[in-house]
């Protein structure tokens, strides 16, 4: 399985087989496991193998195929299925952290992973200093000997802007701090992140994983130390665990997401040169854009722009005229599904903040993200050029 290609992967790393030898994988609903006598139950509770059991709350035959299947995507050597993307970046930091220590992130995040870091984690005690994710002068003036994590969307939401894995955990493992990345954005498809640099993966199953707007998830990926030793002991006792039925939503999931991002990905880029080219925008923002400023970096680090673009209409009443028109694209703040959803980060996932925040973040009043689907480019650049031309 080693030498298999990610897109073989997807469809049989990590499977495991009931005695009825089974195609699909089987949904093992639940929540505990028998024992045949109390000296087993016993043995399992000081040493479990890879495949004994003992609790859902953290471990599962269908959900341990979910964990091991993305792991050898991601090329990570163990990973824990959480039961949301935010579950999964709180417990990657929180299972890690104590009060005293310092963590550097990027400031441009999505609005539930700021509050963990700017809310949550000061809280208790931790120091968190915010930098410009573009700015590798500004981490290495922030990333001190003493530095316990740094945390960044390899993309960010919804701006776009691209962080330079490989320069950023350089600096990060200069002082011995664990890079911590949310790679929602680049998705597994296109993410090498581990090989860039990153100790630890994140991902919201919830968007490209899932890719039919079904179910929460999410996963953290690591090292078999960090997962087993430091994020599964407090997942298991704080419970934010992934139910069996949802993983293997997320198995079948996986199955197709190289073909679901790839054709988004490509929607994605055809629909962004289309709308640049036409003019009538504020702007336009894609990282798989010559003009995008990290274009460079894109290319090298993730192989393609990805499924997400956002366009300014220029004010929020425009934002609101063009949302309104759409045909196809729907009104939502889901991203990475078959179907195209449109969102307007100021007045929803990113209302929470302050307008100077905004501001500072690039999230314009006419900022609008647009998660690009499985429907045909034509049909999707027709609704929006219809929309735009009634601006
Ligand atoms: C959606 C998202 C999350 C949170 O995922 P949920 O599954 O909704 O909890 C975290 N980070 C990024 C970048 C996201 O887009």
Known sequence: MKTWKKRTKAVHAGIR??????????????????????????????????DE??????GNPTIAMFEDRMAAMEGAEDGFATASGMAAVSGALTSMLRAGDHVVSARALFGSCL???DEVLTRFGVEVTFVDGTDLAAWE????????????????????????IAAVSKLAHAVGAVVILDNVFATPVFSDAIVQGADVVVYSATKHIDGQGRALGGIILGTKEFIRGTVEPYMKHTGGSMSPFTAWMM???LETIELRVRAQAETAGLIAAALAADGDLAQVIYPGLDAHPQNALTKAQMGAGGTVLSIDAGSQAAAFKLLNALDIFTISNNLGDAKSIATHPATTTHQRLSEETRASLGITPGLVRLSVGLEDPDDLLADLRAAIAGL
């Open 141 to 164: 003036a922030a990333i001190r000997p003493d530095t316990k994590a740094v945390f960044f969307e390899s993309v960010s939401n919804p701006t776009l802007e691209v962080i330079d």
């Open 115 to 117: 509050y963990i870091l």
């Open 53 to 58: 059991f003992i609790y859902a709350r953290y």
């Open 17 to 50: 087989r009931s005695q009825y030898n089974e195609v699909s994988e089987a949904i093992y609903l639940t929540q505990g496991f028998v024992y045949d006598t109390a000296e087993d139950a016993e043995a399992r509770f000081i040493q479990s193998g890879d």
């Open 251 to 253: 198995l079948k999931g």
